[in-house]
């Protein structure tokens, strides 16, 4: 199994075509997400988590401070989801998805269906997981 082009995926073009649906699906879901938590007063090319406003009280100024740094939080988590499916669908696009980026092997059937956004194999990742 030294020859290592796409020829070598054990995944079919049905497959991936579902697997793009699915992507461009929850890439237009995260955009809805990530739109419910950013400034729309902004100058379109800056975007800004906003703040939200509860009120004046105490209570409501902790409550705002606590949406804000979830918003954040999340905001990291979506904008990472969202480059990671925009790799994907580039990696398609092109005919190099299901090929490991580091060992240049097919990536599992299995770890696609259950990752779409993997770039590596499970063994390639593990060892960079492993490391300290």
């Known amino acids: 199994m030294s020859d290592n082009k796409p020829a070598d995926i054990n995944i079919d073009s049905a497959t991936i075509k579902e697997i793009k649906q699915g992507l461009i699906k929850r890439k237009e879901q995260i955009n809805k997400d990530l739109a419910d938590i ?5 100058d379109g090319d800056s975007k800004k ?5 509860f009120g004046d ?6 409550q705002e401070i606590g949406e804000y740094s979830t918003n954040l939080a999340t905001d990291k988590v979506l904008e990472s989801s ?51």
């Open 38 to 42: 950013f400034d729309a007063s902004g």
């Open 49 to 53: 988590v906003k703040f939200p406003d």
């Open 57 to 62: 009280k105490t209570d409501e100024n902790a």
């Open 82 to 132: 969202l480059r990671d499916i925009d790799n994907a669908l580039k990696r398609i696009e092109d005919n190099s998805y299901g090929i490991c980026k580091y060992c240049k092997k097919a990536i599992g059937k299995k770890r696609l269906l259950a990752r779409p956004v993997a770039s590596a194999c499970i063994e390639c990742k593990t060892k960079l997981q492993s490391l300290p």
